[in-house]
């Protein structure tokens, strides 16, 4: 089993910024992918940001040239930087990975952007 916790969630105004991390520990194999998604009142959850063992990235059109995803991958840990953030940013944002082919998911971390 992989635990998922995350940090770093909160109240902004908008055009401000957040970092959120994420540290996954326990059984862990080898992690390969892992990501951050948001849920919002109403909403299914969305892919924000991934990033692969290798470092590829992919971005929802909605972040893009606003968020950054980084690892570091001999931690464990993933970090989504946060900036220009937006009334729509307000979510509550889900971490996730995946080792040996299972998807493991963080509890969640409320971030609020007030216009």
């Known amino acids: 089993q992989v635990q998922l916790v995350e940090f770093g969630g909160g109240l902004v105004q908008a055009g401000g910024s957040l970092r959120l991390s994420c540290a996954a520990s326990?059984?862990?194999?080898?992690?390969?992918?892992m990501g951050w998604y948001r849920q919002a009142p109403g909403k299914q959850r969305e892919l924000v940001a991934s990033?692969?063992?290798?470092?590829?990235?992919n971005y929802a059109d909605s972040v893009k040239g606003r968020f950054t995803i980084s690892r570091d991958s001999a931690k464990n840990t993933v970090a989504l930087q946060m900036n220009s953030l937006k009334p729509e940013d307000t979510a509550v944002y889900y971490c996730?990975?995946?080792?040996?082919?299972?998807?493991?998911w963080g509890q969640g971390t409320q971030v609020t952007v007030s216009s």
């Open positions: 996730r990975c995946r080792d040996k082919g299972r998807i493991y």
């Open positions: 326990g059984s862990i194999f080898s992690i390969s992918a």
């Open positions: 990033i692969t063992s290798d470092s590829s990235t």
